[in-house]
């Protein structure tokens, strides 16, 4: 059989309960906005932390990138030198130095197909920053009380 419990027990019971839980009706309005604006304004801290890391991130594989297609420039205009060369020293002797620059300006065009293929790997890799736009995106819901739409 179970005991009856007074009144003032029974609500000391609950009472504690609910603090356990983490419900407290004796907040007030004020606290609650007030923890509200701090929750929010540290999710607007780390959203820009996160950003600025995001966009370094992708600022270094830009950089990298453009690096690549300068040196395949370079390696363009020298191929464009060694073939005008060559082909001057060709016409010129017909004989063994423009062979010998014509391989200088196929060297030369082989660096730069190279520079332009790694070059145009690096770009592909650089994204922006995701993973901000998608946390972003994920604020309406949650401050709508609906967090379970994020996870869809």
Partial sequence: MSEALPDSSRHDVYADADSAAGRTESRSIGELMGNVTRDLSELMRQEVTLAKAEAKQSATRAGKGIGMFVGAGI??????LFLSISLWWAIGNALGRGWAALIVAVIWAIIAAVLVSLGKKEMERVRGIPETTDSLGKIPNALK???EENHV
């Fill in 75 to 80: 390696g363009g205009f020298m191929v464009l």
């Fill in 145 to 147: 009380g609906n967090e």
